[in-house]
């Protein structure tokens, strides 16, 4: 991330990261071919990849398969079901990118690490949050009262607390500490993807809960400077979103 970060970053240098790793390069290059990409030839090697990939889709796709390494650790339906929501907003924030003329490879990286710290509670606290997830019917405001009281800090703040510490971009902080609330006037557009993201996802059937949004309650929620567009192509999108999670999936087994 810091690498890519870069303006004047070199593609051998991102090879020579994922080098250090080869197990972890084999990763890459399995996702890099999988459905999830759609590329229209074989990718073989690493350098090949980050030359035909670009650094925004390579960082993309190592920050997937770091997060899923990472909660492989501690294996439970609670963990499954917060990743699956995680992929699913990653997914649906790259497809609604160009709605705001955005790059979709940032979107989808923003989306996939916006609950990063809900994933750190569960990983951290698994049987206390899974207790939380547990309960039928729990509203997003009582989720974030429930972690504050258990924890300390919600899991929005947990999450702007760890990519400040891994010196993670700004934009991307700002995302997990206010990916729960209603966008206010002037939020940035990575902001407004990731938000209108959760609300499809929601609605698709990717709740963090056993509370779901139907497609009336979503359109209400989503951003004005969005909603057309989304509900033009929800069914696409929803479509789209499905299959490709199925694909980073299998290729992850």
Request: glycine share 4%; charged share 20%; net charge negative.
């Amino acid at each position: 991330m810091q690498i890519t970060a870069d303006e004047g970053a070199h593609l051998a240098q991102v090879q020579d990261v994922l080098r250090l790793d080869a197990a972890f390069s084999a990763e890459v290059l399995r996702l890099a071919n999988s459905p999830l990409l759609g590329a229209r030839r074989e990718i073989t090697n690493i350098l090949h990849a980050v030359a035909i990939l670009g650094l925004e889709r390579i960082k993309a796709l190592t920050t997937t398969l770091a997060v899923r390494i990472f909660l492989s650790g501690k294996p439970s339906d609670a963990m499954q079901t917060c990743w699956r929501r995680n992929l699913a907003v990653a997914i649906v924030s790259a497809q609604i990118a160009r709605y705001v003329d955005m790059d979709a490879d940032t979107c989808y990286t923003a989306g996939l690490l916006h609950d990063i710290g809900r994933l750190a509670l569960l990983w951290a606290c698994p049987d206390e949050y899974a207790g939380i997830l547990a309960q039928p019917m729990i509203e997003s405001r009582h989720l974030l009262e429930m972690e504050k009281e258990l924890f300390g800090m919600d899991h929005c703040e947990a999450g702007e607390w760890i990519l400040t510490q891994w010196e993670f971009p700004l934009q991307l902080r700002e995302v997990a500490l206010l990916h729960n609330r209603n966008p206010e006037p002037g939020a940035s557009s990575l902001l407004l993807v990731v938000y209108t993201a959760l609300q499809i996802a929601d609605a698709i059937g990717f709740p963090i809960s056993h509370q779901s949004t139907d497609r009336t309650q979503m359109s209400e929620l989503l951003p004005n400077r969005l909603r057309q567009s989304v509900l033009d192509n929800f069914d696409q999108i929803a479509e789209d979103t499905i299959f490709r999670l199925n694909a980073v999936e299998c290729s992850l087994l």
